[in-house]
């Protein structure tokens, strides 16, 4: 292995380390703010849950394996992520015009005063996350000829 292989495979394994931390960090977020603040997430927040709780597993065992081609099976999730939290920031910033009916019919609010982590609404920091992480899982591998 030349020194090129070798740094290109640490490369690799930063980004995949990398979303793997990103998606550890949204994980222990969103149950910290659910279970020790109390915070009940919206009917959207629960979708993104769903999304985003199964990468921890998926990336941290392609981390511990060195498998590459998890990265195709946290794809679909971080899309469906990503779309659900492109789709609730909208909502709640209004650019989407449909009532956030999902955080306010008989249920906790997603533009509540509340809702606001380090000044930034959570749906937005859901929005970062995934975007972080398929950043981390799209980039541009090894040299091209």
Same mark, same amino acid.
């Given at each position: 292995?030349?020194?090129?292989?070798?740094?290109?495979?640490?490369?690799?394994?930063?980004?995949? #380390?990398?979303?793997?931390?990103? #998606?550890?960090?949204?994980?222990?977020?969103?149950?910290?703010?659910?279970?020790?603040?109390?915070?009940?997430?919206?009917?959207?927040?629960?979708?993104?849950? @769903?999304?985003?709780?199964?990468?921890?597993? @998926?990336?941290?065992?392609?981390?511990?394996?060195?498998?590459?081609? #998890?990265?195709?099976?946290?794809?679909?999730?971080?899309?469906?992520?990503?779309?659900?939290?492109?789709?609730?920031?909208?909502?709640?910033?209004?650019?989407?015009?449909?009532?956030?009916?999902?955080?306010?019919?008989?249920?906790?609010?997603?533009?509540?005063?509340?809702? @606001?982590?380090?000044? @930034?609404?959570?749906?937005?920091?859901?929005?970062?996350?995934? #975007?972080?992480?398929?950043?981390?899982?799209?980039?541009?591998?090894?040299?091209?000829?």
């Amino acid at each position: 292995m030349t020194n090129a292989e070798s740094s290109q495979l640490s490369r690799d394994d930063l980004l995949l #380390a990398s979303a793997f931390l990103t #998606a550890l960090t949204a994980t222990l977020a969103a149950l910290f703010i659910g279970e020790v603040l109390g915070q009940m997430p919206c009917t959207l927040c629960w979708y993104q849950r @769903i999304a985003m709780f199964p990468l921890v597993p @998926i990336l941290g065992i392609a981390l511990w394996r060195g498998d590459g081609m #998890a990265r195709l099976y946290a794809l679909p999730l971080v899309v469906a992520g990503l779309a659900l939290a492109g789709w609730h920031s909208g909502l709640a910033i209004g650019l989407i015009p449909e009532a956030v009916a999902p955080c306010t019919q008989d249920g906790p609010s997603c533009s509540g005063p509340a809702q @606001i982590i380090l000044g @930034i609404p959570i749906p937005y920091l859901s929005l970062a996350a995934f #975007a972080a992480i398929l950043v981390c899982l799209t980039l541009p591998k090894g040299t091209r000829a």
